[in-house]
């Protein structure tokens, strides 16, 4: 996937924001399609995003890109062992091996490789987004919404450090500390979505708006 590469910006006013999100529109609407084409692609596409949320946890989206690169020809085959060779740069490779192997296993053995089947068996938005975080080792709330919204699922708040970061400096949250409880983490998403509906931007791309902002980047 190309990383498209922009401006940050000091978003001092919600009047920065509209025209930043305006500025750098095209590309987030690129991305965003992107995300339900990883869907269409099918069962392997979807279960990849998968393995690339669970090496961003407690790391970065790059070092998840990284980490699906090296793991792509052999993910349905590695060993823990072999996995946390391939990701010797990843900050927990033997931890992060363990949870794609187990994951790997749940997909195969459980779900008969029909991810997406299951996926859209939990038709409430937040009881599909509490199905990925009680099934999938290694998936906590954030990265269950950030795998939910790369492949197509639209309107789930991603709390990283750069989303919780803007939304205290525009004054939405009391503190940018990360939710540590199901239920913290509804309420920031809540009023993430109400800040995005006050501003007139769609949530998705408000996202990466203010991810890019803080970055320099359009990555997922």
């Not at 009881?127 to 954030?142: E, L, M, N, P, S």
């Not at 492949?151 to 205290?168: Q, V």
Request: charged share 30%; glycine share 6%.
């Amino acid at each position: 996937m190309e990383i498209f590469k922009v401006e940050k910006a000091t978003l001092s006013s919600v009047d920065d924001l509209k025209a930043y999100h305006a500025h750098i529109r095209p590309f987030v609407l690129q991305r965003l399609e992107e995300f339900r084409e990883t869907w269409e692609r099918g069962d392997e596409a979807v279960f990849e995003e998968l393995v690339f949320c669970i090496l961003t946890a407690g790391a970065s989206a790059l070092m998840g890109l990284r980490g699906v690169e090296a793991l792509r020809p052999v993910l349905w085959s590695a060993t823990a062992e072999e996995i946390a060779q391939r990701i010797h740069f990843h900050l927990y490779p033997a931890a992060r091996a363990q949870y794609i192997v187990a994951v790997r296993e749940v997909v195969r053995n459980e779900l008969g490789g029909r991810l997406k089947a299951w996926i859209e068996s939990w038709r409430g938005r937040d009881t599909r987004r509490d199905a990925c975080v009680q099934k999938f080792k290694g998936i906590g709330y954030k990265e269950a919404s950030h795998f939910l919204r790369n492949i197509g699922f639209r309107g789930y708040a991603i709390l990283d450090k750069h989303i919780l970061r803007s939304l205290h400096a525009f004054g939405v949250i009391d503190s940018d500390r990360p939710p540590s409880t199901r239920n913290r983490y509804l309420a920031i998403e809540q009023r993430y979505l109400t800040f995005a509906h006050q501003v007139g931007i769609d949530p998705d791309e408000l996202d990466l708006t203010l991810w890019a902002s803080r970055t320099g980047m359009i990555v997922k």
